[in-house]
């Protein structure tokens, strides 16, 4: 549905085929360091997406050289609670697909439920739990998206899950991402329930990308930084700035794994 988009975008996309797509979500925009930027592209100038409207979003697609690997980035996403439809928050999906990327991460900031995990953490994605309704392969059977009914047993790429956490070391956890659409917080009582039912991270992006691209054939990988104790586990209110300020600390591991693991694949 995107090859049109694909196809209006500065040559140099369609001339590199790219090793990777990354999806860049709240405080992960500006971690990365590239060699190179070889074409830029604000969320304004693509067809039917629009910019993010979340502070700590930037709004740009980026064609850049990261550890030697020709990567795709979004840098900024938009949110099912936005207002918008699930064709802008799997929009970045879709135009990699469109592209040809075969791998992705995507990244995201998260409340912790275990009670083990601290802000500042890195977590892991190795399965998701997606109580929410929302899934965005309803609608009319797309071919190109993949079967009817796609198998949902491994949407994080195994392999790709233990090359994260050999490269991470300390401070990377592994564990399941609960999605919330929000933009309200969860309320304690919720926080209990995705505790029990196996969640460990709670947050409001990442699970219809990664539903869409494992449905059609991508490699997914996903990573979280903690960046609080989700709601009624840490006694303060929760804040986006506090969301913000904690990622901002993380920077330097987040910016070292996500370099390491591109180098990687
Ligand atoms: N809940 C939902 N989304 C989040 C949180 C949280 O506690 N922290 C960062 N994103």
Not at 91 to 117: D, S
Request: proline share 7%; aromatic share 6%.
């Amino acid at each position: 549905m995107l090859e049109a988009v694909a196809d209006a975008l500065p040559t140099i996309f369609r001339e590199v085929l790219p090793d990777c797509g990354l999806v860049l979500g709240s405080g992960w925009g500006d971690v990365l360091n590239p060699e190179a930027v070889l074409a830029r592209v604000p969320y304004a100038e693509l067809a039917g997406y629009g910019a993010s409207t979340v502070e700590g979003h930037h709004g740009e697609l980026l064609l850049m050289m990261l550890g030697g690997r020709r990567v795709v980035a979004f840098s900024g996403r938009r949110h099912y609670y936005e207002g918008c439809g699930l064709e802008q928050v799997v929009y970045p999906v879709e135009l990699l697909r469109c592209l040809g990327v075969r791998t992705v991460l995507l990244t995201n900031a998260a409340g912790g439920l275990n009670p083990a995990f601290l802000p500042g953490d890195l977590m892991v994605v190795e399965d998701h739990l997606n109580l929410s309704g929302v899934n965005p392969l309803r609608g009319p059977h797309r071919p190109e998206w993949g079967p009817r009914f796609p198998d949902m047993t491994h949407v994080y790429d195994p392999q790709l899950a233990e090359t994260l956490l050999r490269l991470g070391g300390e401070r990377v956890r592994r564990g399941v991402y609960a999605f919330s659409v929000g933009p309200s917080y969860e309320t304690p009582t919720e926080v209990r329930a995705l505790r029990a039912l196996g969640g460990d991270a709670v947050g409001m992006s990442t699970v219809p990308e990664a539903v869409l691209a494992h449905a059609c054939g991508m490699r997914v990988a996903a990573l979280s930084c903690i960046t609080n104790l989700a709601a009624g586990l840490g006694g303060t209110p929760l804040s986006h700035e506090e969301v913000l300020a904690e990622s901002a600390a993380a920077k330097p591991r987040m910016a070292a794994l996500v370099r390491a693991f591109v180098c990687a694949i």
